[in-house]
């Protein structure tokens, strides 16, 4: 394939990324309003909250993980094919939930019928998947010094490594509750989550919050170093957030 057929593919796939991104974002947002009009509980396996919270997060970190690897130093049509299994993965994710959440039904550690068990280890699978393809990015972003403005590459560095924290947090989340589940404790499983819950949902989004901190930045007219401290400085404060909840989640273990 030609340089520029590569480049191409390359720029179709961010635009198809993009797009799943806010089609995620949306559905997220539809079913805040679906709970709005229909109620019934916020928490617990079976709500409302699922595929809100999903839709919005897994949108959200598509969106932000096609527009971050763009500064990482890595061949165009390698980054495409893992962007675009990431996407297909965010949607396997978000569209098992929300199948779940309608059919008014657990999504996750659901082994009560063999369709409900297929869509919760399907779900199990994605998640895998997931480590897998963010682990290769965050690879190469300490492995090649990443592109951008000042405090970028720091920025990128920091949010990766905090990012496969809520991934491994995620996966300590779901093999507990699978083991719960298939030793005969479903509503253990389902609770066994809880205290990873805020770890989790703090870590996945320092890989938005620092990049475009330090994007923003570079419109202002500090210098270079005042910039890098900035970035610095929140880099530091995320870290310690993520800290606290970590300590949190091994107290209420």
Not at 48 to 63: A, E, M, V
Not at 116 to 130: C, E, I, K, R, Y
């Amino acid at each position: 394939m030609w340089r520029g057929d590569v480049w191409r593919a390359a720029r179709r796939s961010e635009r198809l990324c993009y797009a799943t991104g806010a089609v995620l974002v949306v559905s997220g947002l539809v079913h805040l309003g679906v709970f709005a009009v229909d109620g019934g509980p916020w928490e617990g396996p079976v709500s409302w909250r699922k595929p809100f919270t999903f839709g919005l997060s897994f949108g959200l970190t598509l969106i932000a993980i096609t527009w971050v690897t763009s500064y990482l130093r890595m061949g165009a049509r390698a980054r495409a094919v893992l962007l675009t299994l990431f996407a297909a993965d965010c949607v396997l994710e978000v569209g098992g939930i929300t199948l779940q959440a309608w059919r008014r039904v657990p999504s996750h550690f659901n082994m009560e019928s063999p369709f409900n068990t297929s869509v919760s280890m399907s779900l199990a699978v994605g998640g895998a998947l997931l480590v897998v393809i963010l682990s290769a990015f965050a690879v190469i972003s300490f492995t090649r010094r990443p592109e951008g403005p000042t405090g970028m590459p720091l920025a990128l560095r920091t949010g990766f490594a905090i990012l496969l924290i809520g991934l491994l947090s995620g996966a300590a989340m779901i093999a507990r509750g699978v083991i719960l589940t298939r030793t005969g404790h479903q509503a253990a499983g389902y609770r066994s989550t809880a205290s990873v819950k805020p770890l989790h949902g703090v870590s996945l989004h320092a890989i938005l919050v620092l990049p475009a901190l330090a994007w923003l930045l570079s419109f202002t007219p500090w210098s270079p170093r005042a910039r890098y401290r900035a970035v610095a400085a929140a880099a530091g404060c995320y870290a310690a957030a993520v800290a606290g909840a970590l300590v949190w989640a091994v107290l209420k273990y």
